[in-house]
């Protein structure tokens, strides 16, 4: 998986770049607010068709314009493509692989791959469990493309259900009552794939993950995984059982979107219980694992690109992380100078006025 | 730069409301509101129009209008038609037992040209899909509940599409349809014909092979 060449046209501060991208490390460098994260999220873009900064598409395209474009040549399966992408404002997005309309959006899935990392992945560990839920199905549609479809069908199906709930307004008559159970039976359908490929998508992470954190962090800690779904293995009985309950609250509330992915460190509940240190280490070592699972999967390693990380950690860690990135192409942005221990194959700098490239890397 | 723009990048310099009169541009929206004309196709049709005879646009406008006031719907079966009763519904040669339930009127042409249906029909007006407010009851579903009974309808032949929305129809269909004495079936889904398996996407493949069936033996030869 490399990425050759890209070019964008209008995508968020950058009116027109065009960037060849050699194999191994580049790093952007520059002062704050000049684009340098943009271009890790338009090659993101390309892979997943949405931000990793988690923004609508229109936000993407440059105020003042109606449509970005961002076009790249990439390696993928041996192979060189052609992939572009052009987001209009207020319509959806149009793709092309090799100058072919895409007729599904989801077939570019796997055409170019990105593993992610961002001081945001903190989060992961801190934050809500949707975020971990999103991790881990976003994690399951790299690994295996046609996961999207049954993710998909699940979120359809819980959003009719919830829809119709909130027409019945609390009370269920025969006819509603025989809609209900259609529904039950096609959210029950995708939801419970949806849990299998969660279930073996944590057992297939739990070593990975902790064998990442023992290399991060230089300690021997052990790490757990643990997948707590919201309801007992049978979804349906569960949507049956818990029919009243959502009549009278009007939506659903048991089911996959409530799951939860519990992480332990030495078998301390890590939300609440690791210092912030800890917690980085942790959301790195989900990321990094993620990636080799995926590197693993396909034979080749995503393209990385690495979003101002090695500013929240300190130099020993940096060394670490360097240590454990996989070969293969990287993109790496830092504003306030690199570590030490980063050598990048070469530096660009980004400006106001474009791209330069800066002679005699470190 | 060997790659070329893929797309025509819109930069003219002018204010495009202000360069073309506003009865143009009146004509232009209305052609982009219909379904699969976007703004380019609204604008080359309402030039063209501009360009060709009076007598032209006349004939466009006087269709519109007479299609509109012409065309109703069958009381039987929902259908476009422009009497009472559509011509598929009083058509003695058709198997008068056997309905076949689709979404849309559109959907009874698409099965007519298979020339291999031939029952009567019953247009539903949609598929369940809450988001957009419409249950069962905003379908012609009581209506068929009703033929089912009057008609002495043996079979039904559920046609709805192989989507999320149009198989939630189909199972609600299957349940509110449990007659004794009623055949209920849904069209099978899979691969198209003529085409190759390589070039089939996982999701069809997978039905089809799901709604795999068991080759014939051949009578062997005496």
Redesign the interface.
């Known amino acids: 998986m490399q990425l050759l060449e890209l070019w964008l046209t209008d995508f968020r501060s950058h009116e027109s770049v065009h960037l060849e991208c050699p194999s191994g490390l580049s790093a952007f460098v520059g002062a704050n607010g000049m684009g340098k994260s943009n271009l890790l999220e338009a090659i993101g873009y390309l892979a997943t068709l949405s931000s990793f900064r988690g923004v609508p598409g229109d936000a993407l395209i440059r105020s003042g314009a109606d449509t970005a474009v961002v076009r790249a040549r990439v390696i993928s399966d041996d192979r060189e493509h052609l992939v572009e992408a052009e987001i209009v404002r207020g319509r959806p997005n149009r793709v092309l692989v090799d100058r072919q309309r895409l007729r599904r959006t989801r077939d570019l899935l796997g055409t170019l791959r990105v593993s992610v990392f961002s001081p945001d992945d903190l989060s992961l560990v801190k934050g809500s469990p949707g975020l971990r839920r999103d991790y881990l199905d976003d994690l399951a549609v790299s690994l295996h493309p046609r996961n999207d479809a049954v993710r998909s069908d699940w979120e359809k199906a819980l959003r009719q259900r919830n829809a119709l709930l909130k027409q019945v307004a609390g009370r269920l008559d025969d006819s509603a009552g025989l809609t209900l159970d259609v529904w039950d039976s096609k959210a029950a359908q995708a939801g419970t794939r949806l849990m299998e490929i969660r279930r073996t998508l944590i057992e297939r992470l739990a070593t990975s993950v902790e064998t990442a954190y023992q290399q991060l962090s230089g300690s021997q800690q052990r790490v757990d995984l643990v997948y707590e779904p919201s309801c007992a293995d049978d979804l349906l009985e569960t949507l049956r059982s818990e029919r009243e309950v959502d009549i009278r609250r009007r939506l659903t509330t048991l089911g996959p979107h409530r799951d939860e992915l519990r992480i332990t460190l030495d078998g301390m509940p890590s939300r609440t219980h690791c210092s912030q240190g800890e917690q980085r280490c942790l959301a790195l070592s989900l990321r990094l694992a993620g990636h080799r699972e995926v590197a693993r999967e396909v034979g080749t390693a995503p393209v990385l690109l690495l979003d101002d990380v090695f500013s929240e950690l300190d130099p020993s860690r940096c060394e670490a992380l360097v240590r454990a990135l996989p070969e293969g192409q990287s993109f790496l942005t830092a504003a306030s100078g690199l570590p030490e221990s980063v050598h990048p194959d070469r530096v660009i700098q980004v400006t106001r006025e474009g791209l330069v490239e800066r002679a005699g890397a470190n | 730069?060997p790659?070329v723009?893929?797309?025509a990048?819109?930069s003219a310099g002018v204010d495009v409301a202000t360069a073309q009169a506003s009865a143009v541009q009146d004509l232009i929206d209305v052609f982009g509101r219909l379904p699969g004309i976007g703004p380019k196709s609204a604008q080359r049709i309402a030039y063209h129009l501009l360009k060709a005879d009076a007598e032209e646009s006349r004939r466009l406008a006087a269709a519109v209008v007479a299609a509109k006031e012409r065309v109703g719907f069958c009381s039987r079966c929902f259908n476009l038609s422009e009497t009472e009763i559509c011509a598929l519904c009083t058509d003695e040669r058709r198997d008068t037992h056997v309905l076949c339930v689709v979404e849309e009127p559109r959907d009874v042409i698409a099965v007519e040209r298979t020339r291999e249906y031939k029952g009567r029909y019953h247009v539903l007006g949609g598929a369940?899909?809450?988001?957009q407010?419409v249950?069962?009851?905003q379908l012609k579903i009581r209506e068929l509940l009703a033929r089912v009974d009057a008609e002495n309808i043996t079979e039904v032949i559920i046609c709805t599409n192989p989507n999320?929305?149009g198989?939630?129809t189909a199972?609600?269909l299957g349940?509110?349809l449990s007659v004794p004495g009623l055949t209920v079936s849904r069209i099978a889904s899979g691969l198209p014909v003529g085409g190759d398996l390589e070039y089939a996407?996982?999701?069809t493949l997978g039905r089809a092979l799901e709604g795999r069936r068991t080759v014939d033996h051949p009578a062997p030869a005496d």
Not at chain 2, 128 to 131: A, F, R, Y
């Open positions: 730069m790659w723009a893929g797309w990048t819109c369940i899909d809450h988001l407010g249950g069962p009851e999320l929305e198989e939630a199972l609600y349940r509110v996407d996982e999701l």
